[in-house]
């Protein structure tokens, strides 16, 4: 264990509990608790969705992906930036009109039944679960190569440090953090794209040659089909990445912490940016991992190759570079779990506690509680999981959680807001529809199950083919809102004529 891994890897840390301590004096009310008061500027909460989206997924697994599977890995980084698109010119105006603090306020802004907020907070707890299980993989897996302790150890030391962030600063806390995490992390990420480039003259198409001869899978590691050679699979993985960000509540949930639509969209524009400059990166990242780490050093750290870039660090920069990124995925992964456990927490403390169970009669300080509990909840639930799927790739996981968002969020978002005819049975059957069949065909995918020992959680033949059901999943969330639609007699176009004017303009009736 190198000194100077520990004295920067613990200053970053103690950085991020000095924004908690300062942010805690700050939370006290729910608003602040769950949304920082709305407070927050277009750069700032641009750089804290980066600094939210940018998880480890993106800095350890895509690094991985690419430095493994060569032009296949890519397709995270592509797919990931994409969603943006989506994001900004379908979902973040009229989310950040129609919300308050979760998606199903969102979506009760038209439909106000307790069906539909319970169910949009059972797909937000579903997704967060996932997502977290993505991070604590990648947080344990550094802490273990870093400390050199047991993966379990590391595991929990990340759930307790979450933990804290959330229970004691909560969005106020979560935003500065991943502002902060977001930062460091593209310095870093400029800083090794910077030496790899320069180990080839910072000429890039030497750089492409040379990979061509370090990993076993010579030419071919530059051309698709070397890990994705099913080409329904990969549509379907894009499918998933692409329309995904646009469900998932943790990156949703940031655009109730700005004043205004335009401002959202001001943090968007400031994200894309910012995210479109690091997937552009992440190539370098992988192929310098390719070439100065090597496959067999990599797949010897973590099976599922989420050491490459830490590796690779330590490979052209020394061990102080190793110290800082390292500190740097560390901090990404505790401002994303985070922001991660403050959504699931939301989702049931303002949805099922405060709306459904309690009906509204919930005071101020009832809900802060409530949510704090659930924090807990979700913490420990997340951790549990992880511990079982350690040798899983984190980019793959996401891909998971990004899949049931696309199936059972977006539909109901874009119904809700551009279908007239759209109604409540409609709302619930979309999440339904999605959610479980994401759910049901994951399980009897090749994720799962692989005729392999030791390639997916079990051994035997998979039913389902794909990977990522996305291309399956996806039209029928779809398909389930619109036929819960088209055979309820339910219809209510005046409050339509409503949301429409709200979500486009902002305006609401004052009370």
């Given at each position: 264990m190198d000194t100077t891994v520990v004295i920067l890897f613990l200053a970053i840390v103690l950085l991020t509990l000095v924004i908690t301590f300062f942010a805690a004096k700050q939370t006290k009310s729910t608003g602040d608790f769950y949304t920082a008061g709305g407070g927050l500027t277009g750069w700032q909460n641009g750089l804290a969705i980066a600094g939210d989206y940018l998880s480890a997924a993106s800095f350890l697994g895509i690094a991985g992906a690419i430095a493994l599977n060569g032009f296949d890995g890519f397709f995270y980084s592509i797919g990931f930036l994409?969603?943006?698109?989506?994001?900004?010119?379908?979902?973040?105006?009229?989310?950040?009109?129609?919300?308050?603090?979760?998606?199903?306020?969102?979506?009760?802004?038209r439909f106000d039944k307790k069906k539909i907020r319970g169910a949009a907070a059972l797909s937000t707890i579903t997704i967060v679960l996932f997502y977290m299980i993505a991070q604590l993989v990648g947080a344990g897996a550094l802490i273990q190569l870093l400390f050199e302790i047991d993966y379990w150890i590391a595991v929990l030391i990340v759930g307790v440090m979450m933990t804290i962030y959330v229970l004691f600063g909560g969005m106020i806390a979560t935003s500065w953090v991943q502002i902060t995490k977001a930062?460091?992390?593209?310095?870093?990420?400029?800083?090794?794209?910077?030496?790899?480039?320069?180990k080839f003259n910072f000429n890039i198409s030497?750089?492409?040659?040379?990979?061509?001869?370090?990993?076993?899978?010579?030419?071919?590691?530059?051309?698709?089909?070397?890990?994705?050679?099913?080409?329904?699979?990969?549509?379907?993985?894009?499918?998933?990445?692409?329309?995904?960000?646009?469900?998932?509540?943790?990156?949703?949930?940031?655009?109730?912490?700005?004043?205004?639509?335009?401002?959202?969209?001001?943090?968007?524009?400031?994200?894309?940016?910012?995210?479109?400059?690091?997937?552009?990166?992440?190539l370098f990242l992988g192929f310098g991992a390719a070439i100065f780490v090597g496959e067999s050093q990599i797949l010897g750290a973590n099976p599922g190759g989420n050491m490459a870039a830490p590796l690779?660090?330590?490979?052209?920069?020394?061990?102080?570079?190793?110290?800082?990124?390292?500190?740097?995925?560390?901090?990404?992964?505790?401002?994303?779990?985070?922001?991660?456990?403050?959504?699931?927490?939301?989702?049931?403390?303002?949805?099922?506690?405060?709306?459904?169970?309690?009906?509204?009669?919930?005071?101020?300080?009832?809900?802060?509680?409530?949510?704090?509990?659930?924090?807990?909840?979700?913490?420990?639930?997340?951790?549990?999981?992880a511990l079982g799927a350690q040798n899983l790739n984190v980019a793959f996981l996401v891909s998971l959680a990004f899949c049931i968002a696309a199936s059972a969020n977006l539909p109901v978002i874009l119904y809700t807001v551009y279908w007239k005819r759209f109604n409540s049975q409609g709302a619930i059957m979309a999440i339904l529809f999605g959610l479980i069949s994401a759910l049901v065909l994951v399980s009897i995918s090749p994720s799962v199950f692989s005729p392999v020992e030791g390639a997916a959680l079990f051994v035997g033949n998979p039913i389902f083919p794909l990977e990522n059901p996305a291309i399956v999943s996806v039209p029928l969330g779809f398909l389930g809102g619109y036929l819960g639609t088209i055979f309820s007699k339910e219809n209510d176009l005046k409050r339509y004529a409503e949301v429409k004017v709200k979500a486009n303009t902002g305006y609401r009736k004052s009370s």
């Open positions: 994409i969603a943006y698109l989506v994001v900004l010119f379908l979902v973040a105006e009229p989310l950040r009109n129609l919300g308050k603090y979760t998606l199903a306020d969102m979506i009760n802004s930062v460091l992390l593209m310095a870093g990420m400029v800083i090794i794209s910077f030496l790899v480039l320069m030497a750089m492409f040659t040379e990979v061509k001869t370090a990993t076993s899978h010579g030419a071919d590691y530059l051309k698709p089909g070397l890990k994705y050679d099913d080409g329904l699979g990969t549509i379907s993985l894009m499918i998933a990445l692409v329309l995904g960000t646009s469900g998932l509540p943790h990156i949703l949930m940031r655009f109730f912490t700005v004043k205004d639509a335009r401002t959202a969209r001001s943090s968007v524009i400031t994200a894309t940016w910012t995210i479109g400059i690091f997937y552009i990166l992440t690779l660090a330590e490979a052209i920069g020394g061990n102080i570079l190793f110290a800082f990124i390292s500190a740097v995925a560390f901090a990404t992964i505790l401002a994303v779990v985070a922001g991660l456990v403050l959504s699931g927490a939301s989702a049931f403390a303002h949805d099922i506690y405060g709306q459904i169970i309690k009906k509204g009669n919930v005071t101020d300080r009832e809900q802060m509680l409530a949510a704090r509990y659930a924090a807990l909840a979700v913490s420990v639930v997340s951790i549990l999981l």
